[in-house]
């Protein structure tokens, strides 16, 4: 059974930091590009940032480019998402997947995905 699981998610006051996991299970992680996404109340699901199967390529959404920073490990068949300098905006329910690069863009394809953790960025 293929699984993602989420975590490292909270209340932080903007300026802070969190860093999040994607512990997976069931597949050959590191045969797979990875990536993350949010989605906020009331809003669309929103890319945040990739990362290839070797770690070599990353891409990351605009708004936060120069901010968070994506990372795997694939000898604990985790991926991470290091996330600095937060701001209200990036509140939302973080997810990860397990897609494809198409040249430099990201796809998720909606193969499988995590249940999601919540980060709250407020004073």
């Known amino acids: 059974e293929v699984q993602l699981v989420e975590s490292g998610g909270g209340l932080v006051q903007p300026g802070g930091s969190l860093r999040l996991s994607c512990v997976t299970s069931?597949?050959?992680?590191?045969?797979?590009?990875m990536g993350w996404f949010r989605q906020a109340p009331g809003k669309e699901r929103e890319f945040v940032a990739a990362?290839?199967?070797?770690?070599?390529?990353?891409v990351y959404g605009d708004s936060v480019k120069g901010r968070f920073i994506i990372s795997r490990n694939n000898n604990k068949d985790t991926m991470y998402l290091q996330m600095n300098n937060l701001k209200p905006e990036d509140t939302a329910v973080y997810y990860c997947?397990?897609?494809?690069?198409?040249?430099?863009?990201?796809?998720?394809?909606?193969?499988?995905w995590g249940q999601g953790t919540s980060v709250t960025v407020s004073s």
């Open positions: 069931g597949f050959m992680f590191s045969g797979y590009d």
């Open positions: 997947n397990a897609g494809t690069f198409i040249g430099t863009t990201y796809d998720p394809r909606d193969r499988w």
């Open positions: 990362i290839s199967w070797g770690g070599g390529q990353t």
